[in-house]
């Protein structure tokens, strides 16, 4: 999943815009509800505890709460607290699979088919959730003219990238059959033991296929199903309230198959993207969670607020994506320049400070069966002769190219030391502008870049949950780069027979991917935030998903008496 990873900021450098006004207007609101707690004598975090209500810092506006039309951490937060899909997140081990629709499954000896065998359950209008309800969903996601940027994430599914790809338009050539309303059969490409931690993820997540077509149909990208009026969904909770920029508040759902599990009465998530508004919040009782914490704050939470600040694995990467139909970026060796000029050693040391480990690969340490690649390593004197033999010796004549950073401290903080380290090593002078998340997610689609920032959140533990989306044509590939070897590796491991075949496949896709270098490679993620004393049944993960239905909110002490 993309990751913005750290909350917004704006500079005083920058202009009084609209933002920075809406921004002031929120602040002067949490001050004033500050004041009102205050005044109360109990925090509001403290009040949203004793009612049930988790407060949380989202980060990010979502672009969307379409499971189909999103790509992001933030938008998978509050999706996943509305829709389930087949199989849910365990509370605390990210590869064991959790009863969600379905309440039992078994497949065939190798892996390449499964049943899945649905429980009673309801939409929250009420509608019986039926296994056609996922054919219609897959088919949606897999239809071209819908354009989901995840896509290729059902290519496993037998036929699935025909079908997307134009190549055939009939849907039953596909692998997935409702052998009736409580069954359904799945025939992959090949044998995928992993395939049930796949399907996690809200690309595979239904949706009411009655409440779309009322709302445009399939291929609708504008649909007003997702909207706060009409949006139905099969989760633990329901969509409450929506404020684009201020707040989406979920509550729990009585129609939710497994409500009684249910502890916390709603969630309110906080688009906030400055990160210090963030923090301020927290530390004011006005959240139980934020998103992340400014770098140069971690070690004075450390030491100030041990049991409130996390330091925690997170399986993804950090990373810069290269414009590669750009001049001077069609060249390998810029490119190539580009990435081993940078000391990540130095980066994650002074700069982001949250114990995150230098990248030398795409794919992060961690993974069975898999070795760490180590072609992104730092090696400047290789840098400056790449550099010169692509005709920019010393840097002369390297032309005005600019970073693309989604608004946020942290970004411009690693944009920043970057700059320097290529401007020491290379000569060269690299620009940074900022755009807000959902004008960045555009502009990285559109190519509307040079370089640009990027986080990638594994959607599973598995290597090619990093590899597939660099794919020609796939949604979230946004390099412009295309690489036919690449792409049928990419294809033989969904076919290979075992494991290990499958492994070493991956690993040569890794190689190809670094040879040519459409990515940067930076540092592998740490997961840095605040979490509340209040909260219980929150397990540190490596994938950072965690099912809200088993987190709950424990008393706080009563407040004192006012005098």
């Given at each position: ?61 979502p ?11 933030p938008?998978?937060k ?24 379905a ?25 019986p ?13 897999l ?13 496993i ?8 790809q ?28 992993f ?12 949706v ?30 329901v ?35 400055n ?37 925690e ?53 961690g ?75 555009d ?9 640009v ?46 494991d ?5 496949i ?58």
């Amino acid at each position: 999943m993309n990751d913005p990873r750290a909350a917004a900021t704006l500079t005083s450098s920058e202009p009084w815009s609209p933002i920075r006004r809406a921004f002031a207007i929120l602040t002067l609101i949490f001050s004033a509800g500050l004041l009102a707690a205050c005044g109360s004598g109990e925090r509001y975090s403290d009040e949203a505890a004793r009612n049930g209500i988790l407060l949380w810092g989202n980060g990010s506006e979502p672009k969307g709460l379409d499971p189909h039309l999103v790509t992001g951490v933030p938008e998978n937060k509050i999706i996943s607290s509305l829709l389930e899909g087949l199989i849910a997140y365990h509370p605390t081990d990210d590869l064991q699979p959790e009863p969600g629709m379905a309440e039992r499954w078994e497949s065939n000896e190798d892996f390449s088919q499964w049943t899945f065998h649905l429980r009673d359950a309801q939409w929250s209008n009420g509608d019986p959730v039926r296994a056609s309800d996922f054919v219609y969903s897959w088919e949606r996601m897999l239809t071209p003219s819908l354009g989901a940027e995840y896509a290729e994430m059902l290519y496993i599914l037998k036929g699935a990238e025909d079908f997307h790809q134009g190549r055939t338009t009939d849907f039953s050539t596909v692998g997935v059959k409702a052998l009736d309303d409580k069954t359904l059969q799945v025939t992959l490409e090949g044998p995928a033991p992993f395939f049930l931690n796949m399907l996690k993820h809200y690309s595979w997540y239904p949706v009411n296929p009655r409440v779309v077509e009322a709302h445009g149909g399939m291929t609708d990208r504008q649909s007003s199903w997702s909207t706060l009026e009409n949006y139905v969904g099969n989760g633990p909770f329901v969509l409450d309230d929506w404020v684009t920029n201020q707040i989406i508040k979920v509550r729990k759902s009585p129609t939710y198959w497994d409500r009684d599990r249910v502890k916390l009465n709603g969630v309110n998530f906080y688009p906030v993207e400055n990160v210090t508004t963030e923090e301020t919040m927290f530390r004011g009782g006005r959240l139980h969670l934020t998103n992340t914490v400014t770098p140069d704050k971690i070690p004075i939470f450390l030491e100030k607020m041990p049991q409130e600040m996390k330091i925690e694995p997170y399986m993804g990467v950090y990373f810069y994506r290269i414009n590669v139909t750009r001049k001077p970026f069609d060249d390998v060796r810029v490119r190539k320049a580009l990435a081993y000029s940078i000391d990540k050693k130095l980066l994650v040391d002074k700069v982001t400070k949250g114990g995150q480990i230098p990248a030398t690969g795409f794919v992060p340490p961690g993974l069975k069966g898999y070795e760490t690649s180590d072609a992104a390593e730092f090696q400047p004197e290789l840098a400056r002769r790449l550099l010169a033999e692509a005709g920019y010796p010393g840097g002369r004549g390297f032309p005005d190219v600019e970073i693309l950073i989604n608004t946020s401290e942290a970004h411009r903080k690693i944009a920043e030391a970057l700059q320097a380290m290529w401007r020491k090593e290379l000569d060269v002078n690299i620009g940074i502008y900022n755009q807000e998340w959902k004008v960045y997610l555009d502009s990285q689609s559109n190519l509307d870049y040079d370089l640009v920032r990027a986080g990638w959140i594994a959607d599973y533990a598995y290597p090619n949950t990093f590899l597939d989306i660099f794919t020609t044509g796939n949604g979230n590939n946004d390099t412009g780069w295309s690489n036919q070897r690449y792409d049928t590796l990419i294809g033989r491991a969904r076919t290979a027979q075992t494991d290990e075949q499958r492994m070493a496949i991956l690993q040569e896709a890794e190689q190809v991917l670094m040879e040519d270098m459409p990515i940067i490679p930076i540092y592998w993620y740490t997961r840095t935030y605040l979490k509340s004393t209040l909260i219980e049944g929150w397990h540190p993960k490596a994938l950072d998903n965690h099912p809200i239905k088993y987190v709950s909110l424990k008393a706080p002490p009563p407040p004192a008496s006012a005098e």
